[in-house]
Nanobody
Framework: VQLQASGGGLVQSGGSLRLSCAAS????????VAWYRQAPGKQRELVAH???????NYADSVKGRFTISRDNAKNTVYLQINSLKPEDTAVYYC???????????????WGQGTQVTVSS
């Protein structure tokens, strides 16, 4: 299983981006998916989470600005980021619990990260 994170870039404060996390491989199901971010010199933090049923949770710092969603047919989860602030600058990682077709278990996978840089 591979998780491919994409959609990052350089944007001005107040701008928007949509990040994508696409899972590929011998997938039976993609369960819970989360987006994390890590700014330079800081610990990785949970930004948003979505369950297999579509229930969502957000960090207080992004509520009202970030929206996580999923397209189960495409095994893809999105993170719509609006009203970007310089403090949102970080590498954004997706994390997913995925059940593969070859085992009865679900495992935890990480994408490679995508850089979001917000200029003031």
């Amino acid at each position: 299983v591979q998780l491919q994170a994409s959609g990052g870039g350089l944007v001005q404060s107040g701008g928007s981006l949509r990040l994508s996390c696409a899972a590929s491989g011998s997938i039976s199901s993609v369960n819970a998916v989360a987006w994390y971010r890590q700014a330079p010199g800081k610990q990785r933090e949970l930004v948003a989470h979505i369950t297999s049923g579509g229930s969502t949770n957000y960090a207080d710092s992004v509520k009202g600005r970030f929206t996580i969603s999923r397209d189960n047919a495409k095994n893809t989860v999105y993170l719509q980021i609006n009203s970007l602030k310089p403090e949102d600058t970080a590498v954004y990682y997706c994390n997913a619990v995925v059940k593969v077709t070859t085992t009865p278990y679900a495992d935890d996978y990480w994408g490679q990260g995508t850089q979001v840089t917000v200029s003031s």
